[in-house]
């Protein structure tokens, strides 16, 4: 597509409930990262995918939080058992192959709000 | 531990003035340097990359690379009440995770 896409938008959930959040790149970009912000905080990274490599899932805080990505693609990031404290905006970002010439961009987000 | 520096604000600057953005890294190895916009409620945008010591200008913006310093700066000429948001700096190190590390963001008000 022409840009990141995330879905939903904005999702309430009960706390406990588990949650998934999707994100699709732009096409052809090959590495995905997950980041999260919490209000008036910067950007925490959560994990990162490049092309068939292992993800590097070295800043996902809890076990709770899992994701995949599919075909090189599509990821979906996985929150079971949700806290108050993972409420967030959950940011996907992309970028094109060429290690760290080139910036990212990020999708619209989504904001997860635990009840 | 990599870590990218940034004076949270906010930085009031008036209408027309010249806005100057300040960012300290502390990994001499880092390589590429951006400046992401992110405007209240939004995702962070790209605006800029530096990748060598010196000026890069792109209309109003223009980003300056100083590795000898580990300092990377973004000014704003002609400032608008338009580029009121919050200015993100991120440093590419290499290795790891290949990703980014941000700055917490300067929060910059242009005051019409």
């Known amino acids: 597509g022409a840009g990141v896409s995330q879905s939903p938008s904005n999702k309430v959930t009960e706390k406990g409930k588990d949650v998934e959040l999707r994100c699709d790149p732009i096409?052809?970009?090959?590495?995905l990262y997950w980041y999260r912000q919490s209000l008036g905080q910067g950007l925490e990274f959560l994990i990162y995918?490049?092309?068939?490599?292992?993800?590097?899932k070295s800043g996902l805080p809890s076990d709770r939080f899992s994701a995949e990505r599919t075909g090189g693609s599509v990821s979906t990031l996985t929150i079971q058992r949700t806290q108050q404290e993972d409420s967030a905006v959950y940011l996907c970002?992309?970028?094109?192959?060429?290690?760290?010439?080139?910036?990212?961009?990020f999708g619209s987000g989504t904001r997860l709000t635990v009840v | 531990q990599k870590e990218v520096e940034q004076n949270s604000g906010p930085l009031s600057v008036p209408e027309g003035a010249i806005a100057s953005l300040n960012c300290t890294y502390s990994?001499?190895?880092?390589?590429?340097f951006f400046w992401y916009r992110q405007y209240s409620g939004k995702s962070p945008e790209l605006i800029m990359s530096?990748?060598?010591?010196g000026d890069k200008e792109d209309g109003r913006f223009t980003a300056q690379l100083n590795k000898a310093s580990q300092y990377v700066s973004l000014l704003i000429r002609d400032s608008q009440p338009s580029d009121s948001a919050t200015y993100l700096c991120?440093?590419?190190?290499?290795?790891?995770?290949?990703?980014?590390?941000f700055g917490k963001g300067t929060h910059l008000i242009i005051q019409p």
């Open positions: 970002a992309s970028r094109t192959n060429g290690g760290g010439l080139y910036g990212y961009t």
């Open positions: 096409s052809g970009h090959t590495a």
């Open positions: 995918f490049q092309g068939n490599s292992a993800p590097d």
């Open positions: 990994d001499r190895g880092s390589q590429s």
């Open positions: 530096i990748y060598s010591n």
């Open positions: 991120a440093v590419h190190s290499g290795g790891g995770a290949d990703g980014l590390t």
